[in-house]
């Protein structure tokens, strides 16, 4: 099994463009959720998904849309990037429950000039 | 509502010495709470959890967690500290029924040689 992979590793956008941020996990995981690091930050919720077809909304949802058509895949999409949103972005998936533990991908890292 | 503290952005510590990397939490009913390590350049490796039981929870790599309810308090302890031990170290909690965890802001764990 791959887990969690996140692609691009590095991105650098300009201010302006768009892009999406790929995310795929191979564990048949419902829940799939979106964080950013910032320093002195620590990791903040962007959007999250329960199931195939459903998003909400985290704690730092502006700037990003989502969607999950598929159990595996769950793209964050960057409408029209800031420099505010350079950070490291990472994929987690879990089992349903409240027990259950995140499996992260290895982030993307995100520059915009 | 959930959230969790973890009151020191960094802890250093003699190798070959405990440590104890702190976390309290707040949540509605019963808590959920994990520990995750991230290493440079990595995304969060999960390390142990408490969902219910002992109080005391092993984890990977000797690690092992404190659960005291009356503290709200999950704090991770090693009893021989390794300079391989330092990295990143995050608390996160959730409450019965919440999909998704939250997160503390991090500790950064410095083990001296």
């Known amino acids: 099994n791959a887990g969690v992979t996140q692609t691009p590793k590095f991105q650098v956008l300009k201010t302006g463009q768009s892009m999406t941020l790929q995310c795929a996990q191979d564990?048949?995981?419902?829940?799939m959720s979106w964080y950013r690091q910032d320093p002195g930050m620590g990791l903040r919720l962007i959007h999250y998904s329960v199931g195939a077809g459903i998003t909400d909304q985290g704690e730092v949802p502006n700037g990003y849309n989502v969607s999950r058509s598929t159990t595996e895949d769950f793209p964050l999409r960057l409408l029209s990037a800031a420099p505010s949103q350079t950070s490291v972005y990472f994929c987690a998936s879990s089992r349903q429950g409240s027990g259950t533990e995140a499996f992260f991908g290895q982030g993307t890292r995100l520059t915009v000039v | 509502a959930q959230s969790v503290a973890q009151p020191e952005d960094q802890v250093n510590v003699a190798e070959g010495n405990p440590l104890t990397v702190k976390c309290t939490y707040s949540v509605s009913g019963n808590p959920y709470l994990f520990w995750y390590v991230q290493y440079p350049n990595r995304g969060l490796q999960f390390l142990l959890k408490?969902?219910?039981?002992?109080?005391l929870v092993k984890g990977s790599y000797g690690f092992e967690a404190e659960f005291n309810k009356s503290q709200t308090s999950f704090h991770l302890k090693k009893p021989s500290a390794l300079v391989s031990d330092s990295a990143l170290y995050f608390c996160a909690v959730k409450s019965g029924g919440s999909y998704i965890p939250t997160f503390g802001r991090g500790t950064s764990l410095i083990v001296h040689p």
């Open positions: 408490y969902i219910t039981g002992d109080n």
């Open positions: 564990m048949n995981h419902e829940y």
